[in-house]
């Protein structure tokens, strides 16, 4: 049972890329999913959430416009659709979930995350 980020790479600033969470073991479907980033010697940062009872989207400020979170029930994946992007946005990006339905997933050990992906945007 666990969540799996996928997606990252080295892009261009301006750039775009798509993140998925794949959940292995058991249905996403219902949980609210967080995306997080962690770039190098900063503190773990959450950049996204969305509902599992009601779908409600949320953003981090510096993100708002830019990214975008979607879920495919069928596919038991969560997407993080990520444009224009910038370097600041270089970063680990995790998947997480504290099996409850509602925003916001709490960035600790009590919650279930995935192994990350790294996001490089450097030209």
């Known amino acids: 049972v666990q969540l799996q980020a996928s997606g990252g790479g080295l892009v261009q600033p301006g750039g775009s890329l798509r993140l998925s969470c794949l959940g292995s073991?058991?249905?996403?479907?219902?949980?609210?999913i967080g995306w997080f980033r962690q770039a190098p010697g900063k503190e773990r940062e959450g950049v996204s959430c969305i509902g599992g009872s009601d779908g409600n989207t949320y953003y981090t400020d510096s993100v708002k416009g830019q990214f975008a979170i979607s879920r495919d029930i069928a596919k038991n994946t969560v997407y993080l659709q990520m444009n224009n992007l910038k370097p600041e946005d270089t970063a680990i990006y995790y998947c997480?979930?504290?099996?409850?339905?509602?925003?916001?997933?709490?960035?600790?050990?009590?919650?279930?995350w995935g192994q990350g992906t790294l996001v490089t945007v450097s030209s």
């Open positions: 073991g058991f249905r996403l479907e219902g949980y609210a």
């Open positions: 997480a979930t504290d099996r409850f339905p509602v925003c916001p997933v709490p960035p600790d050990d009590g919650s279930e």
